[in-house]
């Protein structure tokens, strides 16, 4: 097939809101770019988003991350390379992709450890990248080529 639209190109004002949630989370997340990064990494994984798993692979490995915690973030539950709060994010992330309902529970253990702008700003990161993942997915730009500014 031949290369599909240029989604930037093609509707400018509805990528500059998305571009306006990216500057925010960046900011929210200035101090913990590595769990930044993990998260939508994470969040591509299961949306199976080849473009952004090979984006936002490079740009954690261009920012410090260990290629250990990048290959093993599939089955990071049992993998001993992440933090309380990772762990607990990241659990997050696959709780409010599924279908299965928040429980009590789990909603108060994920605050405990976030605080609550941490988890709105957590829940927001992961709506963010469930956008950018489905646009990626439906106007699929060239898989490979991306590389960290």
């Not at 004002?13 to 993990?38: I, N, P, R």
């Amino acid at each position: 097939m031949s290369q599909r639209i240029n989604y930037f190109t093609a509707a400018p004002k509805a990528m500059e809101v998305l571009l306006a949630q990216e500057e925010y989370l960046g900011q929210q997340f200035k101090d913990k770019v590595a769990l930044w990064e993990l998260v939508k990494l994470r969040v591509s994984q299961i949306n199976q988003c080849a473009y952004c798993i090979d984006m936002h692979s490079k740009d954690a490995l261009s920012q410090g991350e260990t290629i250990e915690r990048i290959y093993g973030l599939s089955a990071w539950q049992d993998m001993p390379f992440y933090s309380e709060m990772e762990k607990s994010a990241l659990g997050w992330v696959e709780l409010i992709i599924s279908d299965v309902p928040v429980s009590d529970i789990q909603y108060q253990d994920t605050l405990n450890i976030l605080g609550e702008q941490g988890l709105v700003d957590l829940t927001v990161a992961v709506n963010a990248i469930n956008s950018w993942n489905r646009i990626a997915k439906a106007f699929k730009p060239n898989v490979g080529h991306y590389t960290p500014s």
